[in-house]
Structures are given as structure tokens and as C-alpha cells.
């Protein structure tokens, strides 16, 4: 999170009982190099000291308007930043920021302000399905404003439901994201991820160890980078804020909302493993042990890289993994051949730390008449940024009007 380094952040806090969670967030900012600013409403200041945050953010806390040492806070609050967070964002400070209104020090920063802004609404879940509230969003979104969506969970008083702060990680990321370059800008890109699962009976499948981290990887790194991203997937992990998902289980749900989004989409990865097999016909009810070993025949199931390779339009860029235990390149320049992609990412499976499941990995960029290009071993994030930085490359070398070779 290189880009944390030095930025001048004003964390906003309003008054919501999340108000004690910008306490984590101050301090993975901090840590990460920035420069924070913390501002609290009147509300905020009952559920959560002021010594507190001030201990832990670059300035002590500031609340007030008027009165201060600055005669003007708010206006050098907001243009010296170089990004507003404010989390938790309650009802009241939402509504107030859609209608440019300015009642404290925290809404008059709000419009004193040209850096962007990322909003961490928390609230009841009454209040959040309000339909003042959504549409407040939906007019703050179409300004720009960046929302990082509550969750489901938990909440003050036990209820649970959708309205609980997002967790730190996403909060951070979408930070990141909003300061970070924007060289996939104008991009729509298409990524899958994840294992699918082919039905056995009505409680079997047939899968594989795929933990998709390395999709997720690329879609929030190319959503950073100013991408506009959807990801198809099998597996549940937490969504980078902004991305559109697509849930499926099986390769044949995959092929179809893959193949749906594709004829618009500049650049398609097909990080998901695939499973090769499936049986032809799922049993309905779940198979008794009692009747005997089951009979269980399979058939190939779609290739999707290949089918997306063979239809993919002009100025498309196609990228595919390849997981292999023996001979990683040369089994990987044939997956580049005969699937028709301008990059493979192959990755040794069989070794230490790579690959399935594990947070890091090791790869080799294959590409059509260049040498191998091997990534040591480090994050699923950095492997995300290198593979991003080799399609930037690949497209720059392409004429709009050509396939990407
Ligand atoms: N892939 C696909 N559809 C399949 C199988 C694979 O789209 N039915 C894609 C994967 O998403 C990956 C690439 O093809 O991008 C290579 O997948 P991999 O599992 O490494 O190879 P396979 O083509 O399945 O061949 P093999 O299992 O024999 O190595």
C-alpha cells in the first residue's frame, strides 16, 4: 500500500456506535505512512473518547468549528487533503453531504474539499434500507462520492442484519484504491475465479483446491487502478468495493455469464480453475451408500478460454493461468497456443507456497514470441500488480483494431 505513504487523510468520525472501530482504522493508516487528520461530530464524541483517537492519529482529534486555534479549520482541513474517509458515515451526515449542507466542522470539510471522498456508511438496518438514505447514496455516488457498502451482521442490540461498518481491510483498500494511479482507467475487464463445482448427487461435487484469492487479487487490484470490473465466481471471499459480482458453481454457469459479458469487456482473465469432468447427470437426491459403489460417468466439460479465444473481438486482450505440476513453460506455451491467448500466468501448483490456497505465489508471464517472464514468490496482491503491469504492456504494443498478439 505504497500509496498511503505520506498522503494527508482526514478520517471523519460521526456518531454511530461503529464510531469505536475508526480507532483500527486510524492505526492501519498511520501505519501504512499516512498523515491523519481526525475529525469527530458532537455524536461521535459520546461513544468514543477524543484522547483516544488523538493518541493515535499524526494531530490531536479536532470537533469544533468555532473556538479552535485555527480560525478557519475547515478550509485547511479540506484543501490540504488529499483524501476524506469517513467512517462510520451516519444517516444524518450522509443526508446532510447530499444536500450541501454545512452544520459542523465535519460537513463544512465535506464541501470544503475538492479530494475525493470515500463514505463508510453504519447504521441500523431500518435506517440503511430507508429509501432517503438510498437515494442520498445513489446521488452522492453519481458525484463521484466512493460508498463502501456496510455489512451483514451483528448489530447494537443484537439484531442482526446489513448495516455494520465494513470491515477495516475493505475501508483501507477502498482508500487505496481512490488514491492510487488510474492507469486501467476507461477499462472494462472481465475476471473469473475459483474452483467450480459439478454436481454429483444433491449433496456432492466434484471440485478442486482452488481458493480463488489470486482472482480477487486481480480484481481489486485492477478496481484500484481504476478499472471498471466484474468478477465471476465460485467462492466467497470479501468483494473489493466497486467490483460487480457474478456467483456460479458450475463450469456451465461460468461459460454462460462469462460469455454474456465478454463481447464488451477489453480484457478477460480466466483465473478460475475449471474442473476438466463432470458427471453427465447429476443424481437428484443424494446417492445411499446402502445401494453399492455408484456408477458415475463423466464428460468434458466446456473449455471457456478456448471458446472465449475463438469468438474474442478486435482490441481484446485474453489472459489465462495455467496450473502445472511438470514442465510449467512448455506445457503453458501450449495452453497459449491452443487456447488462443496473448498471455499465459503459469504457475508450478506442486511447489512451496504457490499456487491453490496459499496468500502467495510464484509465476512465470508467457507471452507469444517472448521469453518467459518469471515473478519470484510474494503476495497474491504484487503478483496482481505485475500480471496488470504486462497486459498495460501487451495493449500499448497492439493496434486498437487488432487482436492483442
Ligand atoms: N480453462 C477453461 N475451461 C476449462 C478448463 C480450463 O477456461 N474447462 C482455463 C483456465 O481457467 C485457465 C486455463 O484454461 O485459464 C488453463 O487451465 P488449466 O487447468 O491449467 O489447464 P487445462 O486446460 O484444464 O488442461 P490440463 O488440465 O490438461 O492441464
Redesign the pocket.
Known sequence: MDVLRGARIVLGVSGGIAAYKSVEICRRLVDAGAHVSPVMTKGATKFLGEATLSALASEPVQTELWGGPDPIPHTRLGQKADLIVIAPATARVIAAYAIGLSTDLLTNTLLATRAPVVLCPAMHTEMWEHPAVADNLRLLRSRGVIVVDPESGRLAGGDLGTGRLASPERIIAAVAAALGPKDLAGLKVLI?AGGTREPIDAVRVITNRSSGKQGYALASEAVSRGAQVTLVTTVDLIVPAGVSLVKVET?AQMQDAMTAEAASSDVII?A???A?FRPVQAAENKLKKSDGLPAITLEP?????AGLGANRRAGQTLV????ETDDLII?AEK?LAA?GADLIVANDVGAESVGFAHDTNAVSLIRPDHAPRAIALASKAKIAAAVWDEILQIRSHNSPSEPNR
Open positions: 473469473s463450469a480466466m478460475a480453475a475449471v476438466d466439460t466446456p473449455d471457456i478460454l489465462g493461468f495455467a496450473a506445457n495452453k487456447k
